[in-house]
């Protein structure tokens, strides 16, 4: 590990609000299985790992072959939805990827979502060049809030994990982060509490020094809102 400095980011909610493709693209998939779903029970696997989610829906008709054809299908419909909508960064996540790559931070993608979506994603915002280590559904075996994600991503741009700071949408992942020993700021679009050293509803309420100034804190304040 070196001294430099790294923020890793989660995707879904946090760089893109991909809420309304990922629906349209469960809803459709289970409902070609016969099994309708609500958008309420949509909401709350949002950010979990596929083979998480499936396994709850299906109940007892859940097999392996069955969860692995069900998340392949969502997953490429759901791309598929993302090259013919195309999909725009969240207010303020153009400004800071930019501007952080250019003040020499590593960046890294840190996130629940399979490689394939990634890629996509990052080729419609055109930020492929932006990251220097991408960590996804394959690469790890636990999901959030287990730390593993982040001490992956961590690993990868070669930062120890006082020098990272995690970008997050979720409770699951600013507590992942935590437990990872990483500083982290909480956007929080409806308001909603998150743990996290410092919070914002929106990346571009960011002030201008937030990064340099929350990684050079010692961590005794108690985590802020802005």
Known sequence: MNAGRAVLWDMDGTLIDSEQLHWIAWR???ASESIPITREQFLSSFGQ????IIPQWLGAASTPERIERIANAKEELYR???RRDGISPLPGVEHWLHRLH??????????????ANID??????????????????EDVH???????VYLTAGARVGVSPDRC??????VAGVQGARSAGMKSIGVSHDGEQLPADLVVR????????????LLQSDGSRKPGNV
Do not use: C, Y
């Open 142 to 148: 636990r999901g959030k809030p287990d730390p593993e």
């Open 102 to 115: 250019r003040e020499g931070w590593q960046q890294a993608i840190a996130s629940a979502a399979p490689r």
């Open 80 to 82: 598929h939805l993302v």
């Open 202 to 213: 929106s990346l571009d309420q960011l002030a201008s020094d937030a990064f340099e100034t």
């Open 28 to 30: 459709n998939t289970m």
């Open 120 to 137: 996509a994603i990052l080729e419609a915002l055109s930020a492929t060049r932006i990251f220097q280590a991408i960590v996804s559904a």
């Open 165 to 170: 700071i995690v970008v997050e949408d979720a």
């Open 49 to 52: 790992r596929n083979d998480s």
